[in-house]
């Protein structure tokens, strides 16, 4: 059995417990929905059918008033209308007869209603005014009575046995949530072990290659790794240990010493499948693996401008980075899959994320620059597929999104009528809870709008003085209801800037709004521009609890919410705010303290650059 399998095998069990928690939470939600569709089919209809047979028997008693009054043509009309649909709502009561004692009550009903018909006739059929009151009085209005009685009890029953069922698939509800979490539970936990122990067997080999290496990278040369079977792990022994008898001979002269170093350099980075370019201090081309010869077309040999015959996009992805190690900056960390670099070979094009390290010599400096060019396709394709999708959704959900809106609010402002304080309140949460969903949605189309390219900046020169205070106004309303005050300095040298002020605002007022939630009661939020020489600093300073060291790194990363932030959001604001920021041409960051609160800032250049497609 060759170690995939083993390892698919040691998989198994988690699969299979995985199965079974599917097929009970199947079977059991089937039970739960069954229950309460039964509630639906055996007693809704009733208490449908009572109460539209009590409206049209209280229709037929104000007909029968009508003519008592003198108004006899404008009553026998309002009657006539009403029998047939209390017959109807009769009909379906008896063919939906499902509690005990539902049968009796709606025999009465039918016997009640017959006679209150017979009498409702007699009393029609009066010859003079007197007669019909006397016969209304003494006949109609007490059956009228009784009929409406039996409805209401057949309601009442139909309403107990509602109640009564409600009540029972809430219990059944709380039984199944126990069982499922046992099942869980329990196949976690058998999973979990068999995983486990099989896994821990499948491997057992790889603990006797890793003695050998040690053993080896001691200085051991004679380690050899005793592995049985026929599988990867034990050819890879049997190779560790025909490389173990080579270094052994290798070692015993001088000339083995010196190719062993070679040898196991070239052929580490030869072994990775991501093209490896190393440069010198001055910037010259060192040495290169195989992945850079055949996707980048680099090699030693041939002199002059070595990366002059590299691609253009290539070319300059190689000499950034380079740029950026050598001037002792550190390493180079991509911000993301969007600075992937794509080039095109035979077998299609392929996506490379360029990385960067230092090379440090024995003193500490820098003596060369080493630089990956990871590739990233499937993983960009994966994103890309996941943007589209957010993207999707976020449009789907707009335009019913709206409609619900507009339909809380007409509700609301009782449009289609009033409303009472409770119903008021319902609705006012509704209402919150639909505008921070729109917040939400409109966030995702904007970020789909930024991954895709298509963030269209329009720089104008506009006053900074202007631009804070409007974001201040916009976000008083919010400091006042928390107890914390709004602030702003704006430095004489940065009276004006060039920047899209739409997009800048949203930046401020998304890093301002923060500031407020975080800051308590009696705290200061402020907002700082000063001019740092070419550029504009702006600083957004608060009093509230500050961010964790270990968050900081994460706070810009796209739907990342620390933890015991307040509800609502989609941890997209900072994202959003870095894209726009870089788009401008800037740079955006935080410096931050716990318990001592954070300051958020952002630069741009005194005379902002329109990035297309940041």
């Known amino acids: 059995m060759t170690l995939r399998q083993r390892l698919l095998l040691a998989q198994a069990p988690l699969a299979l417990a995985l199965v079974l928690v599917g097929v009970v939470a199947v079977v059991t939600l089937a039970r739960l929905g069954r229950s309460g569709q039964r509630i639906l089919q055996d007693n809704y209809r009733s208490v449908l059918a009572t109460q539209r047979m009590s409206e049209q028997l209280e ?6 008033l009508f003519v008592v009054a003198g108004e006899y043509e404008r009553g026998l009309a309002q009657q006539a209308g009403q029998r047939q649909g209390f017959e109807s709502e009769l009909h379906l009561q008896e063919g939906n007869v499902t509690e005990p004692g539902e049968e009796e009550s709606t025999r009465g009903l039918r016997a009640g209603w017959e006679r209150y018909l017979v009498a409702y006739d007699a009393f029609l059929a009066m010859p003079t005014q007197e007669e019909r009151k006397a016969a209304y009085f003494h006949g109609v209005e007490p059956l009228f009575l009784e009929v409406k009685d039996a409805a209401s009890a057949i309601l009442a029953l139909n309403q107990d046995a509602m109640v009564h069922k409600s009540e029972e698939l ?69 190779d560790f240990n025909s490389m173990a008898e080579a270094l052994q001979q290798y070692r015993r002269s001088s000339l083995g010493e010196l ?148 339909a809380v609010h007409l509700v609301a402002e009782g449009v289609v009528g009033p409303v009472t304080e409770k119903q008021a309140d319902l609705l006012f949460a509704a209402r919150e809870d639909c505008e921070r969903l729109q917040g939400i949605v409109d966030d995702l ?61 949203l930046v401020l007022g998304n890093l301002v709004g923060n500031g407020v939630k975080h800051t308590p009661a009696g705290g200061e939020v402020e907002v700082r521009v000063a001019r740092e020489g070419t550029r504009v600093r702006f600083e ?54 716990p318990g001592r609160g954070s300051t958020f800032w952002f630069t741009l250049p005194q005379q902002a650059t329109l990035v297309e497609g940041a």
């Open 540 to 593: 957004v300073r608060d009093s509230g609890e500050g961010i964790a060291l270990e968050q900081q790194a994460r706070i810009f990363e796209k739907f990342y919410r620390a933890p015991g932030a307040p509800v609502g959001g989609a941890g997209l604001g900072l994202s959003i705010a870095k894209e726009i920021v870089q788009a401008h041409g800037g740079e955006l960051g935080v410096v931050s303290t």
């Open 170 to 238: 809430r219990r059944q509800s709380d039984r199944v949530n126990t069982l499922m979490v046992l099942a869980v539970l329990a196949a976690f936990g058998v999973g979990l072990f068999a995983s486990t122990s099989l896994t821990h067997r499948a491997l057992r080999p790889v603990s006797v290659l890793s003695q050998a290496v040690r053993r080896l990278g001691k200085g051991d040369y004679s380690a050899r790794a005793v592995v049985e079977g026929q599988d990867e792990i034990a050819q890879l022994g049997q």
């Open 445 to 505: 189309l904007d970020l789909s709008r930024i991954q895709a390219g298509q963030l269209q900046l329009e720089v104008r020169r506009v006053s900074t003085e202007e631009l804070v205070e409007s974001v201040l106004d916009s976000q008083r309303s919010s400091a006042e209801e928390r107890g914390v005050r709004l602030s702003r300095r704006v430095e004489l040298d940065a009276e004006s800037v060039d920047v899209d002020p739409d997009r800048l605002g």
């Open 259 to 406: 190719l062993q170093a070679q040898s196991a350099s070239q052929a580490a980075i030869d072994s990775l499948p991501d093209p490896v370019v190393v440069f010198g201090s001055d910037g010259a081309l060192l040495n290169v693996n195989r992945s850079a010869e055949d996707v980048l077309k680099l090699s030693l040999e041939g002199g002059g401008d070595v990366l002059g015959r590299v691609l253009p996009e290539a070319r300059e992805v190689l000499e950034r980075v380079r740029g950026h190690v050598l001037g002792g900056k550190g390493a180079y960390q991509p911000r993301g899959y969007e600075e992937a670099v794509r080039v095109t070979l035979a077998d299609g094009d392929r996506w490379l994320l360029p990385r960067g390290s230092p090379v440090y010599g024995e003193t500490g400096e820098v003596v060369g620059a080493t630089v990956i060019l990871q590739d990233v396709t499937r993983l960009r394709r994966f994103d890309e597929l996941k943007n589209d999708l957010v993207a999707t959704v976020a449009h789907e959900f707009r335009t019913p999104l709206t409609s619900l809106r507009m």
């Open 59 to 64: 229709r037929m008693d104000s007909a029968a």
